[in-house]
């Protein structure tokens, strides 16, 4: 099994590009299956993730290849319904399929997602929806069989802004016959660049990024050539690791509104950040400074996938602060890691009080998930000495070639 090595504390210094977002691709890819034509899709990442739900359209009857980023997906043979078990289970953005299968085959057969193991992960929320705008829904034994006559258009509230529940009533509406509204909708701008990527197919929905937003049913989505948003949690990945390491990094290819609190954090924290069009530069000279208290809330709140990107860089900060994960039950797996580290945290529920402490030490850790993985890099780069970071599978689903990054910036890291 592949592991990272990190030799810990080398400042950081460079430029690098951010790549495109995963949390776009894997919702964009779900909804090439509304055209029969072809999609050709740019800046999309090298990831496990964004590999199986390419998988996944092969495996219902579509045709997808890869050359460097760039993707072309042709749905014209669509002929299945069913996605396999396995498929199902590699990843939570399966269950994005539910929405695009069913508006093309009016059927569609799942069992339930996989995804990091962050918490329950319930998809109610998802099969309300689809149950309000006429789909007949049966779980059993493991599985969810949906089949729909005829979108029956309505106005869905949504109990929770879930962005999977967003994505897949947009995706379920983009073509039938009649206006949808969904309310209390997800705003982050992965669901804007599924709006733009829809609109670009064709598609009338409009709202995006907002509260509201209004799908007008088309009848047939066509062609599209269509370039990814780079990926904001990649972004506050790399402006983490900079600020607890130390160094000048510029992150490229970035739009800094979609990270612009995250990055007012790490101001507040004590780096030094400029920024422009699509770039981000941020300068730390000084240790970091502990930041009180960080919520994660729906966006543009604190996303929850960067708690513990922030953890690990203000595990060395002077101070303390304290996390409250409002988003998911379980999200603190990386904490038992640090504590092998050094570094001085108490968890109790939903709460991490972080007390800053002067150094942390390398040590032989594993990554239990994706995120809480990224934030053991960045603390093993921060550390004194050496780490041996294993459970890397977790990390590859969500960056690509991590390793290679950070060694652009100067730190010492490879895979073994
Ligand atoms: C997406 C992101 C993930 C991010 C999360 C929250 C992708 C591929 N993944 O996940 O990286 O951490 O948003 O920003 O885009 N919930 C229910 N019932 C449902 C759906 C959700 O109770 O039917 C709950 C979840 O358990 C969780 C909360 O709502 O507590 C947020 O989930 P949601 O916004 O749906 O996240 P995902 O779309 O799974």
């Known amino acids: 099994m592949n592991r990272l090595l990190i030799r810990g504390g080398k400042k950081l210094c460079g430029e690098i590009d951010i790549q495109g977002s995963k949390n776009a691709a894997l919702p964009i890819i779900a909804a090439t299956i509304l055209s029969g034509e072809e999609c050709v899709i740019h800046n999309c990442p090298h990831l496990a993730d964004t590999r199986a739900a390419l998988e996944i359209i092969r495996q219902l009857g579509g045709k997808a290849e890869c050359d460097g980023h760039t993707v072309v997906i042709n749905n014209e043979d669509i002929s299945a319904s069913e996605i396999c078990n396995e498929l199902m289970c590699s990843m939570r953005s399966s269950v994005l399929f539910l929405g695009s299968l069913l508006s093309r085959r009016k059927k569609a057969v799942i069992s339930y997602p996989g995804g990091c193991d962050i918490g329950l992960r ?23 069989y ?6 029956k258009p309505n106005i869905i509230n949504l109990l929770f802004p879930s962005v999977g529940a967003t994505e897949n009533i947009m995706l379920l509406a983009a073509v039938s016959d009649g206006e949808t509204i969904i309310t209390n909708a997800a705003r982050e701008p992965e669901i804007v660049d599924l709006q733009n990527f829809l609109n670009a197919m064709g598609a009338k929905i409009f709202g995006a990024g907002s509260e509201t937003i209004r799908i007008l049913g088309v009848e047939k989505l066509k062609k599209v050539e269509y370039n990814i948003i780079s990926d904001r949690i990649f972004a506050a990945t790399c402006a983490c690791a900079a600020a607890c390491c130390g160094g000048d990094v510029v992150l490229r290819q970035v739009e800094p509104e979609h990270i612009r609190l995250m990055l007012s954090m790490l101001k507040d924290s004590g780096c030094r950040i400029s920024s422009g069009k699509r770039y981000v530069r941020i300068q730390a000279e000084e240790r970091p400074r502990g930041l009180g208290k960080i919520m994660t809330s729906p966006y543009p709140g604190f996303p929850t996938d960067a708690q513990a990107l922030f953890m690990s860089a203000l595990a060395t900060a002077e101070g303390t602060t304290v996390f409250v994960e409002n988003i998911f039950e379980s999200r603190y797996k990386h904490v038992p890691e640090l504590l092998k580290m050094g570094a001085d945290i108490i968890v109790d529920g939903r709460l991490a009080a972080v007390t800053g402490c002067n150094y942390i030490q390398g040590a032989k850790i594993s990554a239990g998930d994706l995120r809480g993985g990224a934030a053991l890099v960045i603390a093993g780069l921060s550390a004194i000495g050496d780490t041996e970071l294993s459970g890397i599978e977790h990390i590859d689903r969500g960056y690509e070639k991590i390793e290679d990054v950070f060694s652009a910036l100067g730190a010492e890291i490879k895979r073994k």
């Open 122 to 144: 319930p998809i109610d929320l998802h099969l309300k929806a689809f149950r309000e705008l006429g789909v007949t829904v049966e779980e059993t034994g493991g599985y969810i």
């Open 146 to 151: 949906c089949s729909l006559e005829k979108l």
